[in-house]
Structure formats: structure tokens, C-alpha cells
């Protein structure tokens, strides 16, 4: 067993966090009991929004391009969902794309896409260059573009 102490948890009355081992290390435990990403990301949005957005954290000008580029297509960023992740390693890990399914299965989305980091494995998904990426290097920006233009489509289509 591990233990942890931290006094985020020891101001909530929290003396030591104890990892405690799986009785039954053959079974996989459920997605909702063995990891929770709830520190790891940030989720803005509604149920029901047509796209699913998902990048890593962006500095103001970054913020500003994702904006400038998603009202091109004629999509307001405040109608998005949006997942923004501490680090985008995660969008590899097998349990963010099990998180990303449920988050999907939830919302509905016409359209998910992932701005920056490693292509994710999951089927149908968009990928485009983080915005920071796009400013630092803007010879990119024409396969950006390109592909805005098939996520306009995409959710033009009923």
C-alpha cells in the first residue's frame, strides 16, 4: 500500500490518503471505480452540443486563435463541449479513450475533434494542431484550415 499526504487534504480534515490494493487483481474493475480524471481535466459545455472538443491547456493567445478558427466554420465556441487536459499524454491512454467514449456517448456529439498532442485511437476522430502549435509554426495552418473545412461539413449535415 501507498499513502499520501497533502494539505489540500488536510485542510478537508484528511490526515493521510491510503492507495488501497484490488482484493481481486484478475477482475477489471468498472472505468467509474479505478480512474477518476476529474484533476486531470477541465470540462466545459452542455449535453448536447454538436461538437466534443478536446486539447491541452492554452495561453491566451492560443485561446483566442481556437475561437477565431471554430467561428470560421460558424460553430461559437460557447456551444462546444470542451475537454481541456493538464497534459495531452493522456489522450494515448487506454483509460482517457474508455473516458472519451462515455463523455461522447453522453453528449452526443456530430463531431469530435483533438486539438495538438498524439492522435488518440478513437474511431471518427478529428485531428488538428494545437492553437500554441499553429502560431509558433504557421506553415501548418493550411492543413488546419483543411481540416475545419471537413468539420464544417460534417456538421452541416443533419
Not at 475561437?67 to 465556441?77: D, K
Not at 506553415?139 to 460534417?154: D, G, I, M
Request: net charge negative; hydrophobic share 40%; charged share 15%.
Amino acid at each position: 500500500m501507498s499513502s499520501f499526504v497533502s494539505p489540500h487534504l488536510q485542510a478537508m480534515g484528511i490526515q493521510q490518503w491510503v492507495l488501497k490494493s484490488n482484493p481481486d487483481a484478475n477482475s477489471a474493475p468498472e472505468l467509474s471505480e479505478s480512474v477518476d480524471f476529474t484533476q486531470q481535466i477541465q470540462v466545459k459545455g452542455e449535453i448536447g452540443a454538436s461538437l466534443l472538443m478536446m486539447s491541452g491547456p492554452l495561453d491566451p493567445k492560443a485561446d483566442q486563435l481556437l475561437s477565431v478558427m471554430l467561428h470560421s466554420i460558424g460553430v461559437v465556441r460557447t456551444a462546444c463541449y470542451q475537454l481541456t487536459v493538464d497534459s495531452v499524454s493522456l489522450f494515448t491512454e487506454e483509460p482517457f479513450a474508455q473516458y472519451l467514449n462515455q463523455q461522447a456517448e453522453r453528449v452526443r456529439p456530430k463531431v469530435v475533434v483533438q486539438f495538438g498532442g498524439e492522435r488518440s485511437s478513437i474511431a471518427g476522430l478529428y485531428w488538428i494542431d494545437h492553437p500554441a502549435d499553429l502560431i509558433s509554426y504557421p506553415e501548418r495552418k493550411r492543413a488546419a484550415w483543411n481540416t475545419l473545412k471537413q468539420l464544417h461539413v460534417q456538421l452541416s449535415q443533419t
